[in-house]
């Protein structure tokens, strides 16, 4: 299956290292809905499109992104993932899917535009674990968005099946944190509006 390498490892890279302002720390629950546009893969090319929900509690302090890092480039991602799993910042759910927690949540404020990383323990199949499947070894869903603060109104990127994992670059030797999307493409966040408002 071809495999598409996104951005998201230099991203996930700055928001773990980026300090988060505490206008962005200071908050109550919000809500985002919006739509998923899911791509085909292989031979089935057809584009499915479902209802998604995402709630938010609170934000992975510093301290905690510096630990998750440092486990990640020790230990692996197995070992990175039972470290997040032991919090719960929020929910997020498709079409009629039970909401799932989400572990991680980082962000950053540029310009009145709020981009929100967050990374949780993905949906596993019954199939996938029964068949021994490769899709197991891409147990995290990972999630950015980009969401204008005055209007609570944006768009964003979704994998639903990704590897993460501390990998040197070939060209530039530089050790950095580097994602891979089980599926060809990352389905897209569209119409995303935000419910809750910042305290």
Request: charge should be positive; glycine fraction near 10%; charged fraction near 25%.
């Amino acid at each position: 299956m071809t495999r598409f390498y996104t951005i998201f490892g230099f991203l996930f890279w700055a928001l773990l290292t980026l300090s988060v302002s505490s206008q962005v720390n200071a908050q109550t629950r919000e809500t985002y809905t919006g739509t998923v546009l899911s791509y085909g893969t292989g031979f089935n090319t057809r584009t499915v499109t479902r209802q998604f929900t995402l709630t938010i509690d609170g934000t992975t302090s510093e301290q905690e992104a510096q630990e998750y890092l440092s486990i990640l480039q020790s230990g692996g991602q197995d070992d990175a993932l039972k470290a997040i799993k032991k919090q719960e910042l929020g929910r997020f759910s498709v079409g009629a899917n039970v909401g799932i927690p989400v572990n991680v949540v980082r962000e950053t404020v540029t310009n009145g535009q709020r981009r929100i990383f967050i990374v949780f323990e993905r949906w596993m199949q019954f199939a996938e674990l029964r068949g021994g499947y490769r899709s197991i070894d891409y147990p995290f869903g990972v999630i950015e968005m980009t969401i204008d603060e005055a209007t609570g109104k944006g768009e964003g990127t979704y994998i639903a099946a990704a590897q993460i994992r501390w990998k040197q670059d070939k060209k530039t030797k530089e050790y950095q944190v580097e994602i891979e999307n089980f599926a060809t493409f990352p389905a897209r966040l569209l119409s995303v509006s935000r419910r809750g408002k910042k305290s």
